[in-house]
């Protein structure tokens, strides 16, 4: 065995703490010396049943084991390597003088991270800790990183109380299991996306991509390269091959989110995934083969679209296996006070300011909005309450008046800190306030909300950007 020195050098931070158990004291001595130079901190036992009882007591990132050792029947190297893995994952790193092929084999069978041979070279040993060392830690960092990422999509976690949202938990449940392929319908802002990220969560697949998908927002040539991939050439600017999310979902999840805006042509290649699981990258011949999961959605009647010749029947078949549609919030109003709650906390966090309450007279103004927007409406409409809020509760003054009905204008100059503002200060903050308002309704699109105004677009735009609104930011937010 090497001679270990004192002149090797020591880490200054401890590594990990290990625990080795050997019935040879010259051996423990020399492996917690030379451990310990090398920052770690060590334990010490000399057979089975103390190495048990200081493997209970203690927490360890790795065990240095004999395989022969002292202690009498069921308490050998290999059956305390039984023990430790009916109780911890913690790597265990064997160490035998009489090794045979079949012991290594026997011990990396019942759970070992590796085995070793005395002597051994201190060199090596040490590199071999650490690495199993550092393994173990990014695999328990991932675990814990799933967990996290399940809790944070898991169907609990989308917040309701209501009788529809029950059925929707439950229906989640029973089908995230299944391979089938999903179609989520419902009004935009309904949390669709939501509903795929934990149908997701919950299914066999969750350890592989989920990868959303705006079909809505591209245009066909677009969105089959982004799908499908290309090959180099395949069109103009096409200067290297790419893969497409088809691929990047690979035993995973993708979600179609609008799969009503797809063109005929789109529609016939989606068919063919679903049916065959095999696709062609633009520009290329050969097949590529994947095993995804298939979740769309839409906020459009599909079968009416199947009826004006806008949808292909036999795809609206294939998607249609297991369908749920979302309720509207306006038909689950006794939900508000809680996702107001939810995201009063949320932002109240964000701003770093103390926890926000709202007035009764605020909340019944959420009570009594028919949220054209549904859940990403009401998101909006509290983050800005918070944020232009100068004190624990919130009233009305700080509600968009889309929401408020106009209360919001009544009460506005009867606020002490804005009494004093001019008439004309008053006035251009109600314009700018609205104007928000209502591009946060139409996702940033400014044809519509001058429509909605019955305005010309060019005064809508004059106004935009006298009052320095930033559109982009607004579309960002609230498209999804």
């Known amino acids: 065995m090497p001679v270990l020195t004192e002149s090797e050098p020591a880490v200054a931070a401890a590594s990990g703490r290990l625990l080795i158990v050997d019935d040879e004291a010259a051996i423990r001595d020399s492996l917690a010396t030379l451990f310990r130079l090398g920052g770690f901190e060590v334990a010490a036992a000399a057979d089975g049943p103390q190495g048990w009882e200081r493997f209970q007591a203690e927490v360890y990132d790795l065990v240095l084991l004999d395989v022969a050792l002292p202690g009498g029947a069921g308490w050998s190297g290999m059956d305390l390597l039984a023990r430790l893995r009916t109780v911890s994952a913690v790597p265990v790193i064997m160490i035998s003088a009489y090794a045979t092929v079949e012991m290594a084999v026997q011990a990396m069978q019942a759970g070992a991270q590796t085995f070793l041979q005395k002597p051994w070279s201190n060199e090596k040993l040490l590199a071999d800790v650490r690495a199993a060392i550092a393994a173990a830690r990014v695999s328990q960092e991932n675990v814990q990183l799933k967990r996290a990422l399940k809790q944070r999509y898991s169907f609990e976690n989308i917040i309701g109380k209501s009788e529809a949202m029950l059925r929707v938990f439950d229906w989640v449940d029973q089908v995230a299991p299944s391979r089938s392929t999903v179609l989520l319908q419902g009004e935009s802002g309904t949390g669709k996306e939501l509903i795929a990220k934990a149908l997701h969560a919950h299914s066999p697949r969750a350890e592989f991509p989920f990868v959303p998908v705006n079909s809505g927002s591209m245009t066909t040539d677009l969105l089959e390269s982004t799908l499908f991939g290309h090959v180099r050439g395949a069109f103009t600017g096409a200067i290297a091959p790419k893969k497409g999310l ?235």
């Not at 008046?401 to 004093?420: L, M």
């Not at 139409?442 to 320095?468: C, D, M, W, Y």
Request: aromatic share 6%.
């Open 246 to 480: 088809f691929e990047a979902a690979d035993r995973g999840t993708i979600f179609l989110d609008e799969i009503g805006n797809m063109s005929l042509e789109t529609q016939a290649k989606i068919l063919r995934v679903l049916q065959d699981r095999r696709f062609m990258r633009l520009g290329s011949v050969e097949e590529v083969q994947v095993d995804v999961r298939v979740i769309a959605a839409t906020n459009v009647n599909l079968q009416t679209l199947v009826a004006e010749g806008k949808f292909r029947d036999d795809l609206f078949y294939r998607l249609n296996v297991l369908s749920l549609t979302l309720p509207p919030l306006r038909e689950r109003r006794e939900d508000i006070p809680l996702l107001a709650d939810h995201f009063l906390v949320k932002y109240a966090e964000e701003n770093r300011v103390e926890a926000r309450k709202l007035t009764p007279d605020a909340l019944r103004c959420l009570l009594d909005h028919p949220w054209p927007g549904h859940v990403r409406e009401l998101e909006n409409a509290i983050e800005r309450a918070v944020v232009l809020s100068n004190a624990p509760a919130i009233g009305v003054d700080l509600l968009p008046d889309v929401v408020t009905g106009g209360r919001a204008w009544r009460d506005y100059t009867a606020s002490g800190e804005r009494v004093a503002s001019s008439l004309f200060a008053v006035v251009d903050e109600f314009e700018r306030r609205l104007i928000v308002d209502m591009l946060e309704q139409t996702h940033g699109r400014q044809t519509e909300a001058a429509e909605r105004f019955q305005i010309p677009v060019s005064t809508l735009n004059q106004k935009i950007k006298r009052h320095g609104i930033d559109v982009k930011a607004i579309a960002a937010k609230t498209q999804g």
